[in-house]
């Protein structure tokens, strides 16, 4: 049998279309229609007014924070229990991570933490992640931020299409970050993109991903700049996977009540919860593991589905816990350890076919019985 992915790239007919469509209109660079098509498309999926394609999420959070302000010697708060490109950004601009536990409700960015650290010292900006499709608790982190001067970024790397009382995901805070890589909801194979309803972000943020390049007829440069823009290519197959994103959506919430149906009454079994407010786009369907009751680990269950050739990955590993973060300030951090130790993400990929589900399930059961 085949092996079965965690979410692996969901790639037809309709993206192999345009993307030749792209391709005989000369346009093979990273500026063209395609592009400006794009940003318009990601700027209304967004509910913004701007959005800004780049050649990876990690580039779109980079850009946000200089877009911000931040400065070497800052303060940066950032949730605690995300992918590293979250924590990275911060140090790129030489600013210094101060890590927030997740809360139990949402696995995001707990608001009374966040809110103790604030009343601690200043910060530049927060960098609030929507984890694994679920927005945060915006209702109680947008006002506590604005309270204390602090800019919002949300990283919304894993969420496009989610949604938070109504508002779409990367509507929150000054910018937000889109991820396009290869596992996510929608993919150009890496890229990502900015998204933010302040124009002067926007063009700025623009000039600085084409490396800088002054307005001259020759190469003259004011400012240091990137090369962070995303291919006219790119772009195609990302404007062809962005018109299928509901189906992805309705697809990967389906995954995730097949798991809950059939895992939810397991004894010492968890999911990572839909939290009030929320509709979650379940990128990756979640559940915790707890060995005292179940009487097995979260790593048994992870190797037991590897035998059976299907991929499965613990939750990410805290920020606080890597050791390139060690010394850095956490504020709370046994939830998020807790949730790394015991946690796992099963596949969920929008190509995921009913029986492969149903081997993933089975093996579950398997390690559990």
Known sequence: MPRIYLSPPDVGPAEKERLLAALDSGW?????????????????????????????????????????????????LVSDLTFAASANAVRYVGAEPVFVDADTASWNMDPDLMAEALAEGRYAAALVVDLYGQCADYDRIVPALEA?????????????????????AGSFGA???????????????????LVTDLEQWASHARFLATQARDPAPHYQHSELGFNYRMSNLLAALGRSQLADLDRRIEVRRSHRAAYLDSLGSVEGVEFMAEAPGCRSIFWLTCITIDPAVTGVDREKVRLHLETMDIESRPVWKP????????????????????LFEQGLCLPSGSSLSPSDRDRVIGGVLETLA
């Not at 780049?54 to 800052?74: C, K, N, Q, R």
């Not at 920020?319 to 807790?338: I, K, N, T």
């Open 28 to 76: 093979v660079a990273p500026l063209g229609p395609e592009v400006d098509a794009f940003e318009r498309a990601l700027a209304a999926v967004t509910g913004r007014s701007h959005g800004v394609a780049l050649s990876s999420g990690t580039a779109a959070l980079h850009l946000a924070l200089i877009e911000a302000g931040v400065t070497p010697g800052d303060r940066v």
């Open 148 to 168: 204390a001067g602090v800019t919002l970024i949300e990283d919304a790397a894993e969420a496009l299409g989610s949604t938070y009382r109504g508002r779409p």
């Open 175 to 193: 910018a937000a970050a889109l991820s396009f890589n290869g596992n996510k909801i929608i993919t150009t194979s890496g890229g990502g993109a």
């Open 319 to 338: 920020m606080h816990l890597q050791p390139y973060y060690a010394g850095c300030r956490v504020v709370g951090g046994s939830v998020s350890a807790r």
